[in-house]
């Protein structure tokens, strides 16, 4: 559900915060004081082009913030979320901010990560319908249409089964496609695989292998360096005239004769004998490890060559050894595919055979199902219509159906082999008409509002709102209205605009929007109303404050 609504320097609207309630909300008040003004910002929450215009004058940016509780969403958010690099929510709360300014910048986040229009507009489709002569009308597209019959019958689970039927047969044509070539490609194909293969397999490659080359090279490249430096601290510890070890015998006889005058020196003699035996450990460390040092340049040579193969290697094929030997295996399988195109297109082609068959009858069953469905769900239409004020009408489904699968020239829908269109006739003896093609404005929220009532169980769209469902509407039609709203208002949050006083008397929560002159400039307030207040507006929307518009309002709160 929408729990708020920030709206800050959009047209007559300064700084508002609306929090909303769950359930039936109404929003009322005179023509011009800015109803339409929260609407629009939704829109503009939602994804709508922005219009310069619409920011305050004086201000030099506008912003609209919604926040959502989408506890109870049944839409796979948190994918959506994370596909696009959004941050997810916390304690279930979505936020949305949107911010453009006079100099034409927009900004637009999502739980406080940038994003595009386009991201907000998706999440629009989840979130919220809005129904009147503004966007969001989802239940006007074909597709929509169709899912909203198939939750109507709960055919969910064989639409999804012809779905997952429909991806595997794009898998099995998409391997087809890749062995389907001329003859000329063919051949490169064959050629380019084979030596990539070849190349990569001839070079026995070791995972890791580089990084212990690199070493052996590093020190086989350095090798006369590294004998020359050894030989010199060999020299420096035993060799030479003034050798460390010839100083450190020399010290030790010093410290004896030490010793021997005075007793208590007994422990640098200790402390010269250690030091003695760590410069012979050094010694013999030393020792060995000139006779390590190996000045081999038909070693040198080949280990160069080994690492310009590795590196060659890699800059083909993979930033690391374990990516180049993946890039073999893949090229080896690739090959031999390839080498056994005809097995593996008469494999393919069985399978793609079999599952025609297999969405053929899945398919039908799926249409026939339907078919089924379309005059249970125009009954029930019809039966809500006729309480709207439309006695005469009549709603129908148009339901075409696709008779085969292969040599198509699109791609398989998903939802199905049907395609399907919502029809209304309003009047008796005209023909019934899509539903985008309705041109009132009036008729057509009141459809939406029969379609939603009959259908507020199954649909995922949390938020509906109903602009100008009262046009044109009166007497026992308007309390009628407001009976829909409130049974809708069961399984959805509902915003109603409305100028009816028995539409916004069943609201669980009534709001009202005035103009006030404040600092000598116009601003929009929303007010929540109590049980006072909304008599008081009731009574207004009933033609004044008289004594029985007063009882009127009264009488359609109770």
Known sequence: MLTTLRIKHLALVADLTLELRPGYNAITGETGAGKSIIIGALNLALGQRADRTLIRAGADSCAVEAVFDVGSLRAPLTTFLDGNGLEPCEENQLVIKRTFTVAGTNKQFVNGSPTTLSTLAALGEWL??????????????????????????????????????????TRVE???????????????????????????????????????????????????????????????????????????????RVLQDLQRVDASAQSLVSLQ????????????????????????????????????????????????????????????????????????????????????????????????????????????????????????????????????????????????????????????????????????????????????????????????IFDEVDANVGGETANAVGEKMKHIARNHQVLCITHLAPVAAHADAHFVVTKQLRNGRTISEVELLGKAGRIDELARMLGGASTAARRHAEALLK
Do not use: C, W
């Open 174 to 252: 998409s391997e087809k496609a890749a062995l389907i070539v001329d003859e000329k490609t063919y051949a490169q194909q064959l050629d380019l695989l084979r030596f990539q293969a070849r190349e990569i397999e001839g070079a026995n490659l070791q995972p890791g292998e580089d990084e212990h080359i690199e070493a052996e090279y590093g020190r086989a490249s350095n090798a006369a360096r590294l004998l020359e430096l050894s030989q010199q601290a060999t020299a420096l510890l035993s060799e030479n005239d003034g050798a460390l070890l010839t100083q450190a015998g020399t010290l030790g």
């Open 128 to 169: 919220v319908d809005l129904h009147g002569p503004h966007e969001h009308q989802s239940l006007l597209q074909p597709t929509r249409q169709l899912a909203i019959l198939d939750a109507f019958g709960k055919l969910e689970p064989k639409r999804d089964e012809f779905a997952a039927l429909v991806r595997e047969r």
């Open 273 to 464: 004998e250690q030091s003695v035996s760590a410069l012979r450990d050094l010694q013999g460390e030393l020792s060995r490890y000139v006779d390590s040092v190996e000045v081999d340049p038909g070693r040198l040579h080949e280990l160069e060559e080994r690492l310009n193969l590795l590196h060659g290697l890699k800059r083909k094929y993979g930033t690391t050894l374990a990516d180049v030997i993946a890039f073999g295996t893949e090229a080896r399988r690739k090959l031999e595919s390839l080498e056994q195109r005809d097995t593996e297109l008469a494999r393919l082609n069985g399978e793609l055979q079999k599952l025609d068959g297999e969405l053929l009858r899945v398919g039908q069953q799926l249409s026939s199902e339907r078919r089924k469905l379309i005059p249970k769900l125009g009954k029930a239409v019809a039966k809500e219509l006729s309480a709207l004020g439309f006695e005469q009408s009549k709603f129908d489904v148009h339901l075409s159906t696709q008779s085969a699968i292969g040599n198509r020239q699109s791609a398989i829908p998903l939802s199905g082999l049907d395609t399907i269109e919502f029809q209304f006739a309003p009047n008796p003896g005209e023909p019934a008409r899509p539903l985008r093609s309705i041109a009132s404005s009036g008729e057509m929220a009141r459809v939406m509002l029969a379609l939603k009532t009959v259908l507020a169980a199954e649909d995922d769209v949390p938020v509906l």
